[in-house]
């Protein structure tokens, strides 16, 4: 705890953490020392690990770094929280991230952008962007972020950590701030495959408090991380072809391709001609389940109330236009419009259609390979700045982490390599749904 806390300080201008819960953790870390002397400890022993502002903690501020929860806190903790804590982590603090998880830079905060601890000058990327820098940096042994089209797994490739998206529904929900809950996970983010094995064992499984949560019985993750099997493994032709991808990146993610096939595994190029229509498909769904979502915030239940409305109306208006920031009310907007009456059809219908498709596509893909491999983004790190102008080049980011997300099926990504710049490249793996414990045993694999 003295460590990650001494890093925390050091670090503070990488702006990774929101709030740091220093006397507790210190607390905690005595009734732990305890029980490891009387032997009761539980299996995360010590582990400190750090929260993105979208999980609930009992008393806790819960912000989803956004103005409009100002001052709001948890009455409750989320589930997947309560067991680290059941098992004797330390939860050091709440991370910075962007405003409710709408973002791919961490520039959409309303605390401001966090650094990316291999370049201030550039991003970490998002929406996790301050819980990827924070074990990046080593302020944590671990994470817990929250990934609805690849919050996780792209800020890992970012910042050179591993980064775990579950099957969708294998982790419950209760307690994380809803942004499109037919595609919200918590993720895990840590330094390698065996954190997230053991994290991902200790939060998944059912949960009275969640009906969406998976009833499966939970594998012992952590026992099953090594494989000498020979895989089946496609990688995605279209992917590789598409315009804006970094010739570096794409070098870095083919020569793994390579090394594999060398190492005897089947490799073989996939065709998935939906590449077009993913981030469109994506972004007309969640932006119509983010509109709904975000309908509770109204000054009258959460957080921040306006100090200039006159009736009612004026009341939820004056406190969504101050208490949201930009990128969120454009979100509301366009979900709003994709879900009203005379365009419902045309968008919202026909996206759920397409995304059926990318859906029966993928798990076709996965029937006839044990994964799927592409990159995780199609740059590395950008510079700040550089895309907050135009929101289509941002949404792009996402192209290569969607697909997992519209599909439901695990996905992960893992550090394989550093462009010339010095900055990380992150290798994306898809398997089918459930099969998380051949992901993570082939992930520590190729590490
Ligand atoms: N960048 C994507 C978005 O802005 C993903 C965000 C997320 O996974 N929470 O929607």
Redesign the pocket.
């Known amino acids: 705890v003295e460590h990650y806390l001494h890093n925390i300080k050091e670090k503070a201008d990488l702006n990774a953490f929101l709030e740091v819960f220093e006397q507790e953790a210190y607390t905690q870390a005595d009734i732990v020392d305890h029980k490891l002397a009387n032997g009761t400890a539980g299996k995360l022993a010590g582990m400190v690990i750090g929260i993105k502002d979208v999980l609930a903690f009992e008393g806790h501020s819960l912000q989803a770094s956004s103005q409009i929860l100002n001052s709001f806190k948890s009455l409750y903790t989320a589930t997947a929280v309560q067991r680290l804590i059941a098992e004797d982590a330390i939860i050091i603090g709440r991370q910075n ?2 405003e ?6 961490n520039e ?1 905060s309303s605390f401001g952008p966090v650094l990316n601890a291999d370049d201030h000058s550039r991003v970490p990327g ?3 962007g301050g819980s990827a820098v924070a074990v990046q940096a080593d302020m944590c042994l671990a994470s817990i972020g ?9 800020p890992a490739s970012f910042c050179g950590i591993v980064g775990l ?1 579950p099957t969708y529904s294998r982790i419950s929900r209760y307690g994380l701030i809803a ?2 809950s037919s ?2 996970q918590i993720g895990i983010m840590t330094k390698n495959v065996a954190d997230a094995a053991l994290l991902l064992e200790v939060m998944a499984g059912k949960d009275e408090y969640d009906s969406t949560v998976s009833q499966r019985e939970v594998p012992a993750y952590s026992e099953l991380l090594q494989t000498e099997k020979k895989y089946k493994i496609g990688y995605i032709r279209d992917c590789f072809e598409s315009e804006g991808l970094d010739a570096e990146v794409k070098n870095a993610i083919l020569g793994v391709k390579d090394m594999l096939k060398e190492a005897g595994h089947q490799v073989e190029a996939v065709e998935f001609p939906y590449l077009d229509y993913m981030v469109p498909t ?2 007309i769904l ?1 932006t119509a389940e983010a509109s709904s979502n975000l309908g509770r915030y109204d000054g009258v239940k959460y957080g921040y109330r306006s100090d200039n409305a006159t009736d009612l109306t004026s009341l939820y208006k004056k406190t969504r236009a101050e208490g949201f920031g930009q ?1 969120v009310q454009r ?1 509301i907007m366009l979900g709003t419009f994709v879900l009203s009456a005379d365009y419902y059809d045309a968008y919202y219908t026909k996206a759920q259609k397409v995304r059926r498709l990318i859906k029966e596509k993928t798990d076709e893909l996965l029937q006839a390979y044990d994964f799927l491999i592409l990159p995780t983004a199609p740059t590395t790190a950008f510079k700040i700045g550089e895309n907050t102008a135009n929101p289509l080049a ?2 792009l ?2 192209i290569f ?2 697909q997992a ?1 519209l599909a439901g099926v695990p996905a992960i990504s893992i550090p394989v390599g550093r462009d010339t710049n010095g900055l990380s490249i992150g290798l994306q793996l898809m398997t089918r749904s459930f099969e998380e414990p051949a992901l993570l045993a082939f992930s520590n694999y190729i590490l």
Do not use: I, L, P
């Open positions: 991230c962007d409710f998880a709408m973002g791919a830079s959409n998002g929406s996790s929250s990934d609805t089209g690849g919050s996780v797994r792209q998206k942004y499109a595609f919200d994506y972004y969640t990128e979100r941002m949404y980011a996402d982490t969607v997300s």
